[in-house]
């Protein structure tokens, strides 16, 4: 056995919400990933076998050599832990869910964050150890290792970190325009919207007295959002980080840091930065000015694309409700979503998506 085990040992039953203590995983359909994938994988038995044992031995293979702090990170696609370490300061190993990403996707994200990181932008790249590998394997499962960065979430009530923010991402897209990924998806009307009504109508998962009701809503939301795109007319895809939201952006003293490319597609520009905004329509406006004041001191932003905005709000309510149904015999799931694929939840889906209908044939959030 590797080394600093025992100090793993209380720390399992607070983790077997996350897959952790001998909990059974669940079995996920296969249509809900990427087709291309490495033979070699497990199936998608959740990280039942995801021990702390697995994940010291895991950094043990690299040389990386574990004194046995382990704290499981907020995340529940993948699993996340900042491991301490014997020498040195703490690193995190992130342990891919099996079956979401091929490996070609995978090291295309590192590769982007790699790119990033080259041109001084401030992303957290995964290690290159091992020969030079940032994708490494172990117990059936693929995992990658990153120098662990602190901070705070960000003011965004504050213009001055507003442009800062927006300095940063027109950075990203500044180098994402330079290339197209080659296997990573694209987010789209038919990935984000089609695709996910469809599989949650053909898995039963919407309640027969609501489903009538949620799906004529959901084609007329679609509908809504063809619309949307028909205004914007063409607009230029590139690579994204693709969840820029509030808790991937980590602020020091020195400004913000962006991590977790996890979700990095090809998209339009402004998917990068409606997360970012907050609040009724006027205060919106002005955190939109701010962003883009600093933003188009790196990279130009094509106004049309603000047509976007309340339809890529939609795509990702509808895509969301999948996403949690795909993943419910994940035992983390059920702990950390209580509230999930009850009567209440899809009555209150089909009024946010009303909502959003009437929103997406409102004027654009013109910045002043």
């Not at 001084?120 to 059936?140: F, K, S, Y």
């Not at 694929?341 to 959003?356: A, G, K, S, V």
Request: hydrophobic letters at 40%; aromatic letters at 10%.
């Amino acid at each position: 056995m590797a080394r600093g085990r025992e100090c793993c040992r209380s720390v399992a039953a607070r983790n077997a919400a996350i897959g952790w203590g001998g909990q059974a995983g669940g079995q996920y359909n296969r249509r809900m990933n990427s087709p291309a994938q490495s033979a070699d994988l497990p199936d998608a038995t959740s990280f039942a076998t995801l021990s702390p044992d697995t994940v010291l031995d895991a950094l043990d293979g690299l040389g990386l050599y574990g004194d046995g702090r382990l704290l499981a990170l907020n995340s529940y696609e993948n699993r996340v832990y900042q491991v301490g370490m014997e020498d040195g300061p703490p690193l995190v190993a992130k342990f891919y869910r099996p079956l979401r990403w091929s490996d070609e996707q995978i090291l295309e994200e590192h590769a982007f964050s790699q790119e990033l990181a080259d041109e001084e932008v401030p992303v957290v790249p995964a290690m290159r150890l091992d020969n030079g590998a940032t994708l490494h394997r172990h117990a059936g499962f693929r995992f990658a290792v990153f120098r662990r960065h602190g901070g705070r979430a960000p003011e965004l009530d504050d213009a001055d970190t507003l442009e800062r923010l927006g300095r940063f991402i027109g950075r990203i897209h500044a180098v994402g325009l330079r290339s197209p990924f080659q296997s990573r998806p694209a987010l789209d009307i038919a990935s984000f919207g089609e695709e996910p009504r469809d599989w949650l109508l053909a898995h039963d998962f919407i309640p027969m007295d609501v489903a009538t009701a949620w799906r004529t809503t959901v084609e007329q939301a679609l509908d809504g959002v063809r619309r949307c795109y028909e205004r914007a007319g063409e607009i230029r895809s590139l690579r994204l980080h693709g969840d820029c939201h509030v808790g991937n952006v980590l602020w020091t003293d020195a400004g913000p840091h962006f991590v977790d490319f996890d979700d990095s597609r090809s998209g339009p520009a402004v998917q990068d930065l409606w997360m970012l905004l907050s609040g009724e329509r006027r205060e919106m406006v002005g955190q939109l000015a701010d962003l883009l004041a600093g933003y188009e001191s790196f990279c130009e932003f094509e106004p049309r694309e603000l047509y976007l905005i309340e339809a890529l709000r939609t795509l990702r309510l509808i895509h969301y409700s999948a996403w949690l149904a795909r993943r419910w015999d994940d035992p983390a799931f059920p702990v950390a979503f209580p509230w999930f694929n009850t009567q209440r939840y899809w009555q209150d889906r089909i009024l946010e998506l009303r909502e959003q209908i009437a929103l997406m044939d409102e004027p654009p959030l013109w910045p002043v």
